[in-house]
T-cell receptor, first 111, second 113 residues
Framework: DAKTTQPPSMDCAEGRAANLPCNHSTISGNEYVYWYRQIHSQGPQYIIHGLKNNETNEMASLIITEDRKSSTLILPHATLRDTAVYYCIVRVADSWGKFQFGAGTQVVVTP | DTAVSQTPKYLVTQMGNDKSIKCEQNLGHDTMYWYKQDSKKFLKIMFSYNNKELIINETVPNRFSPKSPDKAHLNLHINSLELGDSAVYFC????????????FGPGTRLLVL
């Protein structure tokens, strides 16, 4: 699976959009981009995933560049409860559920 | 209702002891996993089971023995505990082996003294 690079930390003001970048320049054509987050002292939580097209669900939007070498997770209206470590993971579909979690980005939402 | 539950939540024990962590999911999923999160916060997969069959064993020492009595349960037994086993252990489940959306339990914090 391709590696990802994320900033170690970022701050965001409550109510504003949080844009979390992820670089995955060695991504292969059959690899998906997944985002999970881990709120302090809890298990990771699935957010969203995509292959080529932009995706949106009730939690977030995922924007993948045309060359697929990077992506951005957008939390449209950040709340204090969005403070967490956010993991960007690249993985081949049907790879038996195996996720390689990196260090992620610590996002702190401030009032 | 808790989707993925683990017991105990905390476990403090002496080196050399044997301990078990239990995991149950009520989502009707076919696939279950064990992950280990060490002190540096890196989360690594240890095992996955699909319909009670072992699918992934990520070169985990054989002191760790998972057991799946049915597809709703995946327990982790650890023999001869070592200091380096201190970590948070997460159980997770997914609908099937594709495992795109995994649901994680709250974690078991193991401290070996």
């Amino acid at each position: 699976d391709a590696k990802t690079t994320q900033p170690p930390s970022m701050d965001c003001a409550e109510g504003r959009a949080a844009n979390l970048p992820c670089n995955h320049s060695t991504i292969s054509g059959n690899e998906y981009v997944y985002w999970y987050r881990q709120i302090h002292s809890q298990g990771p939580q699935y957010i969203i995933h995509g292959l080529k097209n932009n995706e949106t669900n009730e939690m977030a939007s995922l924007i993948i560049t045309e060359d697929r070498k990077s992506s951005t997770l957008i939390l449209p209206h950040a709340t204090l409860r969005d403070t967490a470590v956010y993991y960007c993971i690249v993985r081949v579909a049907d790879s038996w559920g195996k996720f390689q979690f990196g260090a992620g980005t610590q996002v702190v939402v401030t009032p | 209702d808790t989707a993925v539950s683990q017991t105990p939540k905390y476990l403090v024990t002496q080196m050399g002891n044997d301990k078990s962590i239990k995991c149950e999911q009520n989502l009707g999923h076919d696939t279950m996993y064990w992950y280990k999160q060490d002190s540096k916060k890196f989360l690594k997969i240890m095992f996955s089971y699909n319909n009670k069959e072992l699918i992934i064993n990520e070169t985990v020492p054989n002191r760790f023995s998972p057991k799946s009595p049915d597809k709703a349960h995946l327990n982790l037994h650890i023999n001869s505990l070592e200091l380096g086993d201190s970590a948070v252990y997460f159980c997770a489940s997914s609908q099937d082996l594709g495992g795109e959306t995994q649901y994680f339990g709250p974690g078991t914090r193991l401290l070996v003294l």
